[in-house]
C-alpha cells in the first residue's frame, strides 16, 4: 500500500507551526477541502492549461504552470510579469472560484494576516524531478500582503531561505493540504522546491500541486 493511500481516513490534526519570524505552516489546513480545490484547479486548466515557460537566461522550467484570478504570472525570454490575459489563449485568466479564494483568506488569518485579498493564484504542478530553484516572489510591489503557498498531491522538500540567498535554507518536507504563509518581515525570504520524488498520490496522481496566492499591486 502507498503511504498516501491512508490520507482520507487520517483523523484531521491541524497544527500550526513556526519555522520562522513571519512564516506560519499550517499543517493539513485544507486537506478536507482538498478535493473542492482540485476540482477548481481542474476547471482552470481545461481554460488555461499548465505550460512550462521559459525564463529570461532561455531556460525552460521543469516546474508547469497556469493561473486564476485578475492577474497572472508568467515568464518568457523578456522577463518576469503579471498580466490579465494569457498569452497562450489571448483570454483573461479563469475567475478565482470562490473556494479558493476563501481558503487563501482563512489561511492568511490563521498565520496573522487579516484581510488579505488576493488577486492572483499562480498554480504550479511538479512532476517527478521538477524543482524551482532558491528564488523570492518580488515582482509584486507592494510586500505588506503575505504569500499564501498549498501544498496538494505528492510531498515536496520546501527550502526555506532567510533573506540572505547566501544563507543555507531549512529543509521541510511539506505534505498534501498543508498551507505555507508568509509575510511581514519574511515577506522577501528565499525559498524553492527540491526536486520532486516519483510517486503516486490518489487525487492528483503522479503530481505535486502548489497554488501560490499573492496580492498584486494593481497600478504602477
Ligand atoms: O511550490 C511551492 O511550494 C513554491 C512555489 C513558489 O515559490 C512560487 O511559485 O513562487
Ligand atoms: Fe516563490
Redesign the pocket.
Known sequence: MHSSDKLWSEPIDPTKEHPAEGVALLRAFCREQAATLYEAIRNVEAHSPFRQMVVPGGHTMSVAMTNTGTFGWTTDRTGYRYTTDDPETGSPWPIMAAPLLSLARSAAAEGGFADFLPNSC?I?RYSVGAR?SL?Q?KNEQDYTHPIV?V?LGLP?T?LLGTLRRTETPRRIRIEHGDVLVWGGPARLIF?G?APIAAGHHPLTGAFRI?L?FRRVAVSG
Open positions: 499562480l504550479n524551482l528564488h516572489d503557498s501544498s515536496a520546501f525559498h522546491v502548489n501560490t
